[in-house]
């Protein structure tokens, strides 16, 4: 069966720290890749996706992840954290081809941002 | 301006009643899904339908129920069944399995959190 992990359940940083967040996934075909973002009291919002092509990919708000398929791992970057980065994040897969759209998702990491 | 309305915000259960959490999209989505959110647990998902008059359970169905009888509305029924149904409910469109490409992201609504009285 899918799944997808996310390691830091917590992750506390400083305004300006670089941050990396885990994401791995466990399906051996061929996966389409989501980070989604929940900031507080709103809803799921859409950060980066990975379809096809270059593997590194580009989200709003400055963010961008490295797919490296060899170690089936999504990681989540920003060279330089703000305080309104504070929120959950979420890894989600789904396999292409499976029935449309249905998404795993990771545990959620939350971000706190100290000022 | 286009979105996934869910209602109510916050809904409170009594022991043994049923409660309907809507879920209405204008995007003209064929695809919708209901997921459950709780700490530490990410989102799971309960039901989803690709189609109007169509849907398949997802990962925890049990002591849930859905109707897809319009295309923008896809109700959820949290039934007395259900023994622990104290969460935050998110409910997502997506354009169609049926389009051609790669799956195409979903769009979240507001989500509804339910508490027992």
């Known amino acids: 069966a899918q799944s997808v992990s996310q390691h830091n359940h917590h992750v506390i940083l400083s305004e300006a720290a670089s941050l990396e967040l885990g994401c791995n996934y466990s399906?051996?075909?061929?996966?389409?890749l989501f980070w989604y973002v929940q900031y507080p009291g709103q809803h799921l919002q859409l950060l980066l996706k990975y379809f096809s092509g270059d593997p590194l990919v580009k989200g709003i708000k400055g963010f961008e992840a490295e797919f490296i398929k060899s170690k089936f791992s999504f990681n989540l970057r920003k060279p330089s954290v703000q305080w309104s980065d504070t929120a959950e994040y979420f890894c989600?897969?789904?396999?292409?081809?499976?029935?449309?759209?249905?998404?795993?998702f990771g545990q959620g990491t939350e971000l706190s941002v100290k000022p | 301006d286009g979105g996934i309305t869910q209602s109510p915000k916050y809904l409170f259960r009594k022991e043994g009643q049923n409660v309907t959490l809507s879920c209405e999209q204008n995007l003209n989505h064929d695809a919708m899904y209901w997921y459950r959110q709780d700490p530490g647990q990410g989102l799971r998902l309960i039901y989803y339908?690709?189609?109007?008059?169509?849907?398949q359970k997802g990962d925890i169905a049990e002591g849930y129920s859905v109707s897809r009888e319009k295309k923008e509305s896809f109700p959820l029924t949290v039934t007395s069944a259900q023994k622990n149904p104290t969460a935050f409910y998110l409910c997502a469109s997506s354009i169609s399995r049926f389009s051609r490409g790669p799956n195409q992201p979903q769009h979240f609504g507001d989500g509804t959190r339910l508490s027992i009285l």
């Open positions: 989600a897969v789904n396999a292409q081809g499976n029935q449309g759209g249905k998404l795993i």
């Open positions: 399906y051996g075909g061929t996966v389409n």
């Open positions: 339908s690709q189609i109007v008059n169509d849907f």
